[in-house]
């Protein structure tokens, strides 16, 4: 047992929760009351674990905070993962969550399953978030009825009506950015840095509502060549475009959106979000896991 | 001099024309009536020649079809080829290509600028399009007053209105689907084939007009896991998605298009450009760059 844990992992009711990503996790020992005593984060997401490995993965964390029951959510529950949790339709709540949590008996596992939603012409999925928003409503950090945004490589907005999941959708907005800046025509011109400021903001215009993006991507190497765009702000300038893109076809309306990030992506959505007419609002999104995760937990139990 | 030419290299007014691209060019013998003798396509682009090496490239091709003046277009005349020939901007016409050739005298040699578009938002480039569609018009092949549509990496739209080239828009409609084919979150899902059919066509629907190209995107890899689309459809499903926004954003409203392509890529924006309510008629690109190379010669000459 590490120091700061204290024995404490042996309490009655603790427990370990991990949030189990594709490239990352982030585990958590969980007092019975739901606060965390101690946290540990690494890159040992699903794609760094082989399919066998994961009760040597659990026996590790145990290791370090105690023989206790473990709860986990995101892609460890796919295909790619552990075992698949299959997903749950929204719209979906914690309840509908916790009945379908894909139980492990010999490893005293559960994991959460993700949602999918079917709607029109709509189709997507998302696992792991849903415990972010989930918890932030039952925490009291965001209204029962709101709309979330996840930025990240895959941004996930997420609608709530009285607690529940109504609608998400996803937004391939980093990965966007990370290929056109590190391949094809644009790579070499987007080393510059990425930050809200006056080429950021024209960027998220162009992008609002856009339906010729793959136009706006190239005028962003025209614009340099022509000398429109000093060569410094082309990075910032085709993030703006990708994130006006992705902000603006939710079509906010003045609306506030409960941001569940921090740092640089933070910064930036904020400033899209109000350059388009909404407002943001940070919610920590550790605090909105444990948070969902602990919901979760107490129901199964 | 190879067989097939028949020393006809050396006839009064004959030359040697070269369609100088990023990857690949193809260069032809000219007879003095604009008709070609022979070509020759391999893949020495630009990127496969160094600063220094153009002269030597030169004599190669005239150890092949005479010593003859030679008049090259694309990207050739960019800051990544030979020598730099400053944009001209539209409106242009061949008439203010040809005041603008960036001569070479001691290799006899002439480069055909590209050329430029500042209007409102809205920047472009484009290095060796523009010959093939003014010369699409000079051998009317296709009307003085039409769009153009030159599908590729980087598909351009081209606008003619008597004959001149007022504007035009480049979509990285090829490079994107590259991308997300073999980076990221979709490589390994879109490797089936990319043909004309109902995925392609529900793409291009889904595609056109949307202002959440980048959701659209990700719906791909939603809809196989959760079985509404089927895995060897998805990427002509994403095929269509990105053909659709690139034609959708033309907005053609029942007008024809001129399609200059050939293949699979035109079979596709033709397919694209039917489902959105427009039409498509095929030109022949070798015939309309011959036709635009050799305005260009006599207006040089």
Redesign the interface.
Known sequence: MVSGTDGRGAEAGAYIAIDWGTTNRRAYLVAADGSAIDTMRDDRGVLAVAAGDYPAELAAIRARYGDLPVIAAGMVGSTRGWREAP?VPAPADAASLAAALLVIPEERCAIVPGL???AG?????MRGEEVQVLGAVAAGLAPADALFCQPG??NKWVRTEGGRITGF?????G??F???RD???LAGMLDGPVADGEAFRAGVR?G????????A???V???V??G??AARDAAAHASGL?IG??V??QALGGETVQLLADGTLAALYTAAIETLGGAARRIDSHAAFLAGIHQLQELRS
């Open positions: 997903y999918s939603l079917l012409p709509r189709a997507d999925v490589t895959h959708a996803t937004a391939m907005t990965e966007l990370a290929l056109v391949h094809g025509i162009r609002a509502g856009a339906a010729d993006l793959p136009v991507l190239f005028e190497r025209a614009a060549l022509l429109r765009l990708l893109a992705d603006g076809a």
